[in-house]
């Protein structure tokens, strides 16, 4: 909204002169974070009852069950609150008429979607196991990660400079490794359920799904800023589509206004998700980040950074892949104590608040790591 | 039309309605669908009704080269059923169940929906307690399901549940005791077994009926009347002995006859026998075939078990090394119960009462009615009651039980017990881990104490698991999980014996990290009831596991040392782990250091200088919320208050 007034009212001459602070993407990226996180202070605890009141709590209305030592009781679906948060923000600070900026609303809203009727459904049937079906979850993901390749390999509507669309890059290398092409849609799909499951499985303790997402987010953030400067990103090298050939930009520097606004709802849901937490944000909230970190991953086509930065949720992962699919189901052993892998730590006799630092210490340090990949090319 | 087959099982009750439906109509028509080369080929010509042959072929068990020849013949045989269908054009389908009624089921499904066959009603009639496959699919297609057993009703769509009872033969009827003994020649006071194995005979009855033979005919009255199946009279290591107090027969044709004669039958659990038992009144040793589709006989027979009309005795399994099991019947408990039987005449004449009560008088005519009602139009007129059929634990997967036992929600009775004992044993010699795995679970739950030789063989079995698994990080046949659970069920178990301690000592130097740690739990558990030299060996094993690399095998460990060693060493032998990263093993030392304490094995001055040693932080802490505490205050006085206010206001309304 102000990025139009800008472009409506701006004029250097007049009274409306510091209008221009609502084009340079550093003071929106700035004022979308505050908005964002002032929005969630003032609403969530609003919303927070209003869940409570409507009976989204973990185990339902028996309060009779409500354990004095457990969470038993606590709201769920507080990924309500970060959405509305970013949201707000974007809808306020971005250039709605960014390609990448409607890719990434059309993500939000999808995921978020899915997230409500999962937990919904829960809720309702009063059971944990009884939300959608794994394979639902799948097919639902998988539907927008389909689409979402479609559009940006083959229509116009794609935002991604039509030599860099098929090409795969790794991090800390500046040439393309191979031309993907029609494999590519693979590579995307792959991209976004696997961040959205990721995310999912990783929320299981207060703050260990949201400080790490956090961190991801910023990362990708400052590379959607570097990418966007057509300065910054011929000064670090970004893209070449083939090795001798030019550099092309990937005009990306609205997604660092999403990301902006997504950090503030973030830091404003952490306020209220630390431990002991007020709130849960449930599949809402974690296929909800999930999905919308996957669409950066590929909007910015740093899919492979994403690996190292959400190294923790790889973690996660692949400790349910291992524990649960490979020892459970087929070879029948435990291979780690307890899956996913914070509860091996949680097993080990670490205390909720003590595994949940480690994980955002080491969540921050492979972000320190992910960043040099700027440099370090 | 009647189609139905396959077994004996679906053909007889099918001759029973064609007969009862002829002596109603005298005029009605009656033609038989069935397969070839089996059960029905002979008995249908041979008790005067037409049969026409269709093909068909059993559900596959997977997607295979099976499956292109079930549907190959699945195909033929809607085509060849809607050529039959149309020129018989029947007022009536009637289904047995079995897999020859899917194709014509199909066709006729297809025919009526094309406007064939307008006029014309199905009924599908489903004689055991748990329903086959193909009874269940073609019951979206009948107008009516005919049930033998309420417990079966809940398969089946609700509005097209009628319940007919058994359609149990004519012939077979209560009738006179003494006449029926005169035409055999038996003497009025004999004792008179009767030994039927159903329609295919039963090889595991016959092979325990041999040998206990001799001890049963010491008794002067007791007379056998064998039913031995077709050619088996031979192959059975039967002889006959005397003449007259043993008698096989191939195949009884003249049922009634023997059953009125009988005291005692002793049969599998065919839902035909077990209602013609039943409607002749008789006590009865039921032995269930095991491992049918749905375990049919094994429902069938705890149906009557539970309401006191039969004893029920499960087959049992016998491992040959690596091959797998071989079901039989275990001659001893069959003598032990028969001996009961004849010693406790009272126990025969209760259960001989409760059998009349079940037995299916009027089923013929319900089902005939019924059949009639469904012509004019009437619908379902034996619907079954509202009461909820409470349910059966055999109504459950195993996989289900075995949760809700560890978790304590159920409780068993011995009928239950002896029911779990017989399923866990079958699951032991299954191929699939998970199976067997849940074997080990049940055997574990229900205390089936006679199983152990056969599990300390599966620890001991060094079989490798199949190439796929092991590169996965598999490693023997018998997988973790198993090894674990057997440990686990030995302490469940909580008795004593070699067995016992051969396992326990395999499972505390397993490969696999939870074996050992619970064979250690295990031991500590069982620690009281061993002797002095079991408890030295288990140290000596234990001792050993004191340089394992997992915290929790050493935690074990230390606790089970505490609990069986009379060495004041110990505590010298844990000083290394003062200062071990994980608290848990730390405060596994100080609950050892209890222990040591409390069996005067250590000297609390000593324990007093070792906790100057001991690193005693920790990583975890519990904490707990005082809203919540006070909530739990609150909602006992809550409780508390709500007792006194319930009387008065019942006594009011």
């Given at each position: 909204m102000f990025y139009f007034l800008y472009k409506i009212a701006y004029d250097p001459e007049s009274i409306f002169s510091f209008f221009r602070l609502f084009f340079y993407i550093s003071s929106r990226s700035i004022f979308a974070s505050i908005t964002a996180f002032l929005v969630v202070l003032v609403t969530?605890?609003?919303?927070?009852?209003?869940?409570?009141?409507?009976?989204?709590?973990?185990?339902?209305?028996?309060?009779?069950?409500?354990g004095s030592a457990t969470k038993s009781g606590t709201p769920l679906m507080g990924g309500i609150i970060i959405f509305m948060g970013a949201m707000a923000s974007v809808l306020l600070w971005c250039n709605l008429t960014d390609r990448f900026i409607l890719l990434l609303l059309a993500a939000s809203v999808w995921f978020f979607a899915c997230g409500i009727v999962d937990d919904t459904m829960k809720i309702k049937s009063g059971s944990s196991d009884s939300g959608l079906t794994k394979i639902q979850k799948i097919l639902l993901q998988s539907l927008f990660g389909v689409v979402l390749g479609i559009l940006i390999l083959w229509t116009d509507f794609s935002p991604i400079p039509a030599p860099l669309r098929t090409k795969l890059y790794l991090p800390f290398y500046k040439y393309p490794i191979l031309d993907l092409g029609i494999?590519?849609?693979?590579?995307?799909?792959?991209?976004?359920?696997?961040?959205?499951?990721?995310?999912?499985?990783?929320?299981?303790?207060?703050?260990?799904?949201i400080v790490p997402g956090l961190f991801v987010i910023s990362v990708y953030g400052i590379f959607a800023y570097v990418l966007g400067n057509v300065k910054l990103s011929d000064y670090f090298l970004f893209y070449f589509a083939e090795k001798g050939g030019e550099s092309i930009h990937l005009m990306s520097g609205e997604v660092t206004v999403f990301s902006a606004a997504l950090v503030g709802s973030c830091l404003g849901f952490l306020w209220y998700n630390a431990y002991p937490a007020d709130v849960f944000m449930g599949d809402t909230g974690s296929l909800y980040l999930g999905g919308v970190i996957g669409t950066i991953a590929v909007l910015l086509k740093q899919e492979v950074l994403m690996l190292i930065i959400g190294g923790v949720f790889l973690a996660e992962i692949l400790s349910v892949v291992i524990q649960d699919w490979i020892g459970i189901k087929l070879i029948g052993r435990r291979i780690l104590y307890r899956a996913p892998i914070h509860h091996t730590f949680q097993h080990r006799g670490l205390a909720e608040t003590k595994i949940v630092v480690r994980f955002w210490i080491i969540s921050g340090i492979l972000a320190l790591i992910g960043l040099a990949s700027l440099k370090v090319r | 039309m009647f189609c139905g087959g396959g077994t004996g099982g679906h053909v007889f009750p099918a001759i029973a309605m064609a007969d009862a439906l002829r002596l109603a109509d005298p005029d009605a028509k009656v033609l038989f669908l069935g397969v070839e080369d089996r059960a029905e080929a002979e008995i249908v010509p041979?008790?005067?009704?037409?049969?026409?042959?269709?093909?068909?072929?059993?559900?596959?068990?997977?997607?295979?080269?099976?499956?292109?020849?079930?549907?190959?013949?699945?195909?033929?045989?809607?085509?060849?059923?809607?050529?039959?269908?149309?020129?018989?054009?029947?007022?009536v389908l009637i289904s047995t169940g079995g897999y020859v009624s899917v194709p014509v089921f199909i066709a006729y499904h297809l025919l009526k929906k094309a406007g064939f066959l307008k006029r014309s009603v199905s009924f599908l009639h489903e004689q055991n307690a748990h329903p086959g496959r193909a009874a269940l699919l073609i019951s979206r297609w009948a107008d009516c399901v005919g049930v033998s057993f309420p417990e079966s009703s809940r398969f089946f769509p609700p509005d097209k549940v009628s319940l007919t009872g058994y359609p149990v033969r004519s012939e077979i009827k209560k009738g006179d005791r003494l006449s029926a003994r005169r035409s055999l020649g038996i003497n009025d006071g004999d004792f008179v077994i009767l030994v039927v194995g159903g329609s295919q005979g039963a090889r595991s009855i016959n092979n325990a009926l041999a040998p206990i033979l001799p001890q049963l005919l010491e008794d002067e009255t007791v007379v056998v009347i064998h039913s031995t199946g077709k050619g088996a009279s031979q192959n059975a290591g039967i002889r006959l002995r005397d003449g007259h107090r043993y008698r096989p027969i191939e195949f009884i044709k003249d049922m009634a006859t023997y059953y009125n004669a009988a005291d005692l039958v002793i049969s599998r659990a065919g839902s035909g026998s077990i209602h013609e038992i039943m409607t002749c009144g008789l006590p009865s040793i039921i032995i269930p075939k095991t491992g049918l589709p749905g375990d049919h006989q094994i429902k069938n027979a705890r149906v009557f078990e539970k309401a006191g009309a039969c004893l029920v005795l499960y087959e049992r399994f016998r491992y040959n090394g690596e091959k797998f099991g071989e079901s039989y019947v275990d001659e001893r408990e069959l003598l032990s119960a028969i001996r009961r039987f004849i010693s406790r005449k009272d126990e025969l004449k209760e259960m001989a009462e409760k059998a009349s009560e079940l037995a299916p008088t009027d089923s013929l005519e319900r089902i005939v009615s019924q059949i009639g009602a469904l012509l004019s139009g009437d619908g379902v007129i034996y619907p079954p009651g509202d009461e909820r059929i409470d349910s059966d634990i055999s109504s459950l997967s195993a996989a289900r039980v075995a949760d809700l036992l560890k978790d304590g929600e159920i409780e068993l009775t011995p009928e239950d017990k002896r029911y779990l004992w017989c399923i866990a044993e079958r699951f032991l010699s299954a191929e699939k881990w998970q199976v067997r795995n849940v074997g080990v679970k049940l055997v574990g739950f229900s205390g089936h104490i006679r199983v152990l030789p056969r599990f300390l063989d599966m620890m001991r079995s060094r079989r490798p698991a199949p190439l796929w698994q092991r590169m996965l990080g598999g490693d023997y046949r018998e997988v973790g999980f198993i090894r674990r659970n057997i440990v686990e069920a030995v302490k469940n178990l909580g008795v004593w014996n070699d067995y016992a301690r051969e396992i326990l000592l395999e499972g505390l130097a397993d490969p696999y990290y939870e074996a050992r740690a619970r064979a250690a739990s295990a031991v500590a558990d069982l620690s009281f009831l061993m002797e002095d030299r079991d408890r030295e060996l288990m140290e000596e094993a234990l001792l050993k596991n004191l340089d394992d690399d997992d915290f929790e095998v050493l935690m074990e460990t230390i606790i089970a040392l505490s609990k069986i060693s009379r060495n004041v060493d110990l505590v010298r032998k844990f000083r290394r782990f003062y200062y071990h990263s994980s608290w848990k093993v730390r405060d596994a030392i100080v609950r050892a250091f209890i222990n040591l304490i409390d069996r005067g094995v250590a000297d609390p001055a000593l324990i007093r200088r070792e906790l100057e040693e001991l690193l005693l932080t920790c990583d975890f802490f519990s904490p707990s919320f005082p809203l919540k505490n006070d909530l739990q205050k609150l909602i006992e006085r809550l409780k508390e208050e709500a007792r006194p206010l319930a009387g008065p206001r019942s006594v009011r309304s």
């Open positions: 969530a605890r609003w919303v927070i009852n209003e869940l409570y009141r409507r009976g989204y709590r973990d185990r339902g209305r028996d309060y009779d069950v409500y494999i590519y849609l693979l590579v995307i799909w792959v991209t976004v359920t696997y961040a959205a499951n990721a995310v999912n499985f990783a929320d299981g303790l207060d703050g260990l799904a | 041979s008790r005067g009704y037409e049969l026409r042959f269709i093909k068909a072929h059993p559900f596959p068990a997977s997607v295979g080269i099976d499956f292109a020849g079930f549907i190959f013949r699945l195909l033929c045989g809607v085509a060849k059923s809607a050529v039959e269908l149309l020129r018989f054009r029947p007022n």
